[in-house]
């Protein structure tokens, strides 16, 4: 699977959008790109995925450049509760169960 | 409610001793995962199982034993060998989608 950048950490305000880069310049064409988010001492979330159209639900949107080498997921109005680790991850998919590969991710702190 | 449930949340290892950690889910999921993170860290993947009666080591398999006899269950056995065991222990299993559902997670600490 190919490996993801992300920065180490973002600050947001409390009701505007939290835009988190990811890079993934070494995706292939079969790779699906995946969003999680983990509070502390919880288990990962999973938000939203895609492949090359942008996506949208009712977390998150996700849009993915053209060339597939990089992804932005979107928060569209931060509140305190998503201040979380966001882990942007790319894999074969959808249907495979190959294990995903976390990095370590972002962490985004919405600030009021 | 369909999920998938860790038990206990807490646990503690005497030195020597093996422990088991649940993972039950009610998903009908095929595959099923266990992660291990330390603090700070990101997730690593210790075992996994993609059907019944099968199962494949992880990037840090070694310590651990697991089992796979019903769909439903995959316990994690951390046993003596595995000399710094005290992380955050999650359990996961995949969807049709590819998503992976977690746990709550166990709290594992060494006495």
């Known amino acids: 699977d190919a490996k993801t950048t992300q920065p180490p950490s973002m600050d947001c305000a409390e009701g505007r959008a939290a835009n988190l880069p990811c890079n993934h310049s070494t995706i292939s064409g079969n790779e699906y790109v995946y969003w999680y988010r983990q509070i502390h001492s919880q288990g990962p979330q999973y938000i939203i995925h895609?492949?090359?159209n942008n996506e949208t639900n009712e977390m998150a949107s996700l849009i993915i450049t053209e060339d597939r080498k990089s992804s932005t997921l979107i928060l569209p109005h931060a509140t305190l509760r998503d201040t979380a680790v966001y882990y942007c991850?790319?894999?074969?998919?959808?249907?495979?169960?190959?294990?995903?590969?976390f990095g370590k991710g972002t962490r985004l702190s919405v600030i009021a | 409610d369909g999920g998938i449930t860790q038990s206990p949340k807490y646990l503690f290892r005497k030195e020597g001793q093996n422990v088991t950690l649940s993972c039950e889910q009610n998903l009908n999921h095929d595959a099923m995962y266990w992660y291990r993170q330390d603090p700070g860290q990101g997730l690593r993947l210790i075992y996994y199982?993609?059907?019944?009666?099968?199962?494949q080591k992880g990037d840090i398999a070694e310590g651990y034993s697991v089992s796979r006899e019903k769909k439903e269950s995959f316990p994690l056995t951390v046993t003596s060998a595995q000399k710094n065991p005290t992380a955050f222990y999650l359990c996961?299993?995949?969807?049709?989608?590819?998503?992976?559902?977690f746990g709550s997670g166990t709290q594992l600490s060494v006495l």
């Open positions: 199982s993609q059907i019944v009666n099968d199962f």
């Open positions: 991850i790319v894999r074969v998919g959808p249907s495979g169960n190959t294990p995903l590969v």
């Open positions: 895609g492949l090359k």
């Open positions: 996961a299993s995949t969807s049709w989608k590819g998503a992976l559902f």
